[in-house]
């Protein structure tokens, strides 16, 4: 009898860890790991109506290293932006995009959810909703994982690692640094030795350790863990072909194909995400060999000069991390540094990159791009020539370079989708146009989560968030709003650059702005100059937090916070925020000493300080 009553206890406890909501959409690349099924697992709620159609549902081969490689498996690489065909790469590719893939075959008469797109917000939609009970699945076009693992915030935080470990290791090679610690080849401190050291960079081994990292993460993302958790995935495009059906064309396939497979759903979620602006009033920049987060990553060699079109968070990361790597980098902004964003956090962080080499070019504007060699091959870099006009010049003038990253902000994929089929209301650049329970303004049946929706925050998180909004919503007759989300944002630049805010809707409840704040505020700001933690890490001489209540109250509306572990610190505020905690709870917060976060509190105790009584 005990036995009994022991064996049901462990089953309900492992049902409660396997079938709890899942929580994974910070980064789906990281907290899904928590709940790994194994093959002896009892069955997901979803498991118990798909298991027939898995056996059917994936065969694949293997993609192979350059150079056993064939040409059709490089080109096929290289149109993925997926380069060097090194076992890592490999092992990415394996992962997130079979060579050859069967879909399941046949698709379900009908799907609760079909999700399109396989980027943070699609895995997180279809993940979830299978883990709750629904029978979804996601056609994936590309790569599985989206820009976030593949083209966006792992390799750049991955490339940011090492940059922040050359500054650090520049700190100690000088003599007499104040550090006291010298390197010497023998591993032992002499001042004879240190003189002669140089910090050197070994950027091919620095690109090889993010594609290794990269394909450490991507299981996570990849088809097989999807399978694990009883959604279905299709590889190949997703189009609506009327306001309940998706076509998936297959790989070489045109639209209207018989054999592609048509999707029937109660809902679906648009989850395509977005793509590098690229203008085309530029003469000679579309036919240049320019560089945008797509190919940045398969950059074998260090350029030796980098021009950066653009100024937002995208073009500071990589401006200071090719700046430590060594190379000559020129930011050319048009109005200012993150033009949306605090002036005095944008100002700040310009002045400690132009103390790295970074070189701001502003009121920019760019003439011509001069293609003066192409790259000879896949490991070669070419030559350009920009030519501009700008504020610090009376003539124009022109730069070299052999690397011209476009950072100019992202255009939503809604092109070629079949939207009009479906009804769905969109801007062509801007995306999909949804209310605050993200769902499209024109088709109830369609959802839109992450960087493919008009006027949200787009980061990986957010998709995420909205991909958890979806699923409430569409599935469980929810009422979930995104206007309650209080969304940080970072800058994982050194220091880091955060923000938080709110989605803002309109009288009819669609989504309309960001963040729009023109609500008089007070503003309480702490510098860390003064913070005994930044004093003893010799850092933030710069550095503060700044946060805004509405005008007269504890009420927080809004925060920027720069300093190294920002992105850590702006959680506190993001939190107060959501549970409605006044500026004097975060005061009264106990933090521990020494550290960076004790200047959120300082805020805090500014504005119980303000309201003291006093002895008169
Ligand atoms: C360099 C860089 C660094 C970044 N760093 C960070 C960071 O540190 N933190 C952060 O929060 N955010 C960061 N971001 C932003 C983040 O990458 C995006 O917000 C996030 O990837 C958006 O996820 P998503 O699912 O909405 O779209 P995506 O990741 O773009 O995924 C969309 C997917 O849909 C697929 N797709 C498109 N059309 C179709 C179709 N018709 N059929 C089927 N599939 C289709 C695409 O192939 C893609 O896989 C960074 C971005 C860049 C460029």
Same mark, same amino acid.
Request: hydrophobic content about 40%; glycine content about 8%; proline content about 5%.
């Given at each position: 009898?005990?036995?009994?009553?022991?064996?049901?206890?462990?089953?309900?406890?492992?049902?409660?860890?396997?079938?709890?909501?899942?929580?994974?959409?910070?980064?789906?690349?990281?907290?899904?790991?928590?709940?790994?099924?194994?093959?002896?697992?009892?069955?997901?709620?979803?498991?118990?109506? =798909?298991?027939?159609?898995?056996?059917?549902?994936?065969?694949?081969?293997?993609?192979?290293?350059?150079?056993?490689?064939?040409?059709?498996?490089?080109?096929?690489?290289?149109?993925?932006?997926?380069?060097? *065909?090194?076992?890592? &790469?490999?092992?990415?590719?394996?992962?997130?995009?079979? $060579?050859?893939?069967? /879909? !399941?075959?046949?698709?379900? !008469?009908?799907?609760?959810?079909?999700? @399109?797109?396989?980027?943070?917000?699609?895995?997180?939609?279809?993940?979830? #909703?299978?883990?709750?009970?629904?029978?979804?699945?996601?056609?994936?076009?590309?790569?599985?994982?989206?820009?976030?693992?593949?083209?966006?915030?792992?390799?750049?935080?991955? *490339?940011?690692?090492?940059?922040?470990?050359?500054?650090?290791?520049?700190?100690?090679?000088?003599?007499?640094?104040?550090?006291? @610690?010298?390197?010497? /080849?023998?591993?032992?401190?002499?001042?004879?030795? #240190?003189?002669?050291?140089?910090?050197?960079?070994?950027? !091919?081994? @620095?690109?090889?350790?993010?594609?290794?990292?990269?394909?450490?993460?991507?299981?996570?993302?990849?088809?097989?863990?999807?399978?694990?958790?009883?959604? =279905?995935?299709?590889?190949?495009?997703?189009?609506?072909?009327?306001?309940?059906?998706?076509?998936?064309?297959? %790989?070489?396939?045109?639209?209207?194909?018989?054999?592609?497979?048509?999707?029937?759903?109660?809902?679906?979620?648009?989850?395509?995400?977005?793509?590098?602006?690229?203008?085309? &009033?530029?003469?000679? *920049?579309?036919?240049? !060999?320019?560089?945008?987060?797509?190919?940045?990553?398969?950059?074998?060699?260090?350029?030796?000069?980098?021009?950066?079109?653009?100024?937002?968070?995208?073009?500071?990361?990589?401006?200071?991390?090719?700046?430590?790597?060594?190379?000559?980098?020129?930011?050319? =902004?048009?109005?200012?540094?993150?033009?949306?964003?605090?002036?005095?956090?944008?100002?700040?962080? $310009?002045?400690?990159?132009?103390?790295?080499?970074?070189?701001?070019?502003?009121?920019?504007?760019?003439?011509?791009?001069?293609?003066?060699?192409?790259?000879?091959?896949?490991?070669?870099?070419?030559?350009?020539?920009?030519?501009?006009?700008?504020?610090?010049?009376?003539?124009?003038?022109?730069?070299?370079?052999?690397?011209?990253?476009?950072?100019?902000?992202?255009?939503?994929?809604?092109?070629?989708?079949?939207?009009?089929?479906?009804?769905?209301?969109?801007?062509?650049? $801007?995306?999909?146009?949804? &209310?605050?329970?993200? =769902?499209?303004?024109?088709?109830?049946?369609?959802?839109?989560?992450?960087?493919?929706?008009?006027?949200?925050?787009?980061?990986?998180?957010?998709?995420?968030?909205?991909?958890?909004?979806?699923?409430?919503? #569409?599935?469980?007759?929810?009422?979930?709003?995104?206007?309650?989300?209080?969304?940080?944002?970072?800058?994982?630049?050194?220091?880091?650059?955060?923000?938080?805010?709110?989605?803002?809707?309109?009288?009819?409840?669609?989504?309309?702005?960001?963040?729009? &704040?023109?609500?008089?505020?007070?503003?309480?700001?702490?510098?860390?100059?003064?913070?005994?933690?930044?004093?003893?890490?010799?850092?933030?001489?710069?550095?503060?937090?700044?946060?805004?209540?509405? $005008?007269?109250?504890?009420?927080?509306?809004?925060?920027?916070?720069?300093?190294?572990?920002?992105?850590?610190?702006?959680?506190?505020?993001?939190?107060?925020?959501?549970?409605?905690?006044?500026?004097?709870?975060?005061?009264?917060?106990? %933090?521990?000493?020494?550290?960076?976060?004790?200047?959120?509190?300082?805020?805090?105790?500014?504005?119980? /300080?303000?309201?003291?009584?006093?002895?008169?």
């Amino acid at each position: 009898m005990t036995m009994v009553i022991r064996l049901l206890y462990l089953s309900l406890l492992a049902n409660f860890f396997l079938l709890r909501p899942t929580t994974c959409f910070v980064s789906p690349v990281t907290s899904c790991t928590a709940a790994t099924t194994s093959g002896s697992s009892p069955l997901l709620p979803s498991q118990r109506w =798909q298991i027939t159609n898995m056996s059917s549902s994936s065969s694949s081969s293997q993609w192979n290293e350059s150079p056993t490689s064939t040409s059709e498996e490089q080109t096929l690489a290289k149109s993925l932006s997926i380069w060097p *065909l090194d076992t890592y &790469n490999v092992n990415l590719l394996n992962e997130v995009r079979h $060579k050859q893939y069967t /879909n !399941p075959n046949p698709p379900l !008469p009908i799907y609760d959810l079909v999700v @399109i797109g396989a980027g943070a917000g699609g895995l997180v939609s279809s993940r979830q #909703a299978a883990r709750r009970g629904a029978k979804s699945c996601m056609i994936s076009a590309e790569l599985a994982g989206g820009d976030c693992l593949n083209a966006g915030c792992v390799p750049s935080k991955a *490339l940011l690692r090492c940059a922040k470990l050359v500054r650090e290791a520049k700190k100690i090679v000088v003599q007499d640094n104040e550090y006291g @610690i010298s390197v010497t /080849n023998s591993g032992k401190t002499s001042d004879d030795d #240190a003189n002669q050291m140089n910090v050197s960079v070994d950027f !091919p081994k @620095i690109m090889e350790r993010m594609r290794k990292l990269r394909a450490h993460i991507a299981p996570v993302d990849g088809h097989a863990r999807g399978d694990s958790l009883g959604t =279905q995935t299709f590889q190949g495009r997703g189009v609506f072909t009327s306001p309940s059906t998706i076509e998936v064309v297959e %790989h070489g396939q045109q639209l209207g194909a018989e054999s592609n497979p048509i999707l029937h759903f109660r809902k679906a979620v648009i989850a395509t995400g977005g793509r590098p602006f690229v203008p085309d &009033n530029i003469p000679g *920049l579309k036919e240049a !060999p320019y560089t945008t987060n797509l190919s940045l990553f398969n950059l074998q060699q260090l350029p030796k000069r980098m021009v950066v079109l653009g100024a937002g968070v995208v073009a500071l990361e990589m401006a200071q991390a090719f700046a430590s790597f060594g190379s000559e980098v020129t930011v050319l =902004q048009r109005s200012r540094l993150l033009s949306r964003g605090d002036e005095e956090a944008a100002e700040a962080i $310009k002045q400690t990159l132009e103390k790295e080499g970074v070189k701001f070019l502003s009121g920019v504007s760019v003439n011509e791009v001069t293609t003066i060699k192409e790259a000879t091959n896949n490991d070669d870099l070419p030559l350009m020539s920009v030519s501009l006009s700008c504020a610090e010049h009376t003539e124009p003038i022109s730069l070299d370079c052999e690397c011209l990253l476009l950072a100019l902000g992202r255009t939503a994929n809604v092109d070629s989708l079949g939207l009009e089929s479906a009804g769905v209301d969109f801007h062509p650049s $801007k995306g999909i146009l949804v &209310n605050d329970f993200s =769902q499209s303004v024109s088709n109830p049946d369609v959802y839109a989560v992450g960087d493919c929706v008009s006027d949200v925050f787009r980061l990986t998180h957010m998709s995420g968030e909205m991909a958890k909004v979806v699923v409430q919503n #569409a599935l469980f007759k929810g009422q979930w709003r995104l206007s309650s989300l209080v969304v940080p944002a970072v800058m994982y630049t050194d220091p880091e650059y955060a923000t938080v805010g709110r989605i803002h809707v309109d009288e009819n409840d669609n989504v309309v702005s960001p963040i729009e &704040n023109n609500e008089e505020v007070d503003v309480y700001k702490a510098e860390l100059q003064h913070n005994d933690r930044a004093i003893l890490d010799s850092s933030d001489k710069t550095s503060f937090v700044k946060i805004l209540c509405k $005008k007269g109250t504890g009420t927080i509306v809004g925060c920027t916070i720069v300093s190294s572990r920002a992105g850590e610190m702006i959680n506190e505020v993001s939190l107060a925020m959501k549970h409605d905690i006044s500026l004097e709870g975060v005061g009264r917060n106990i %933090h521990s000493y020494p550290t960076l976060g004790e200047a959120v509190m300082g805020c805090g105790i500014q504005f119980i /300080n303000s309201r003291w009584e006093t002895m008169n």
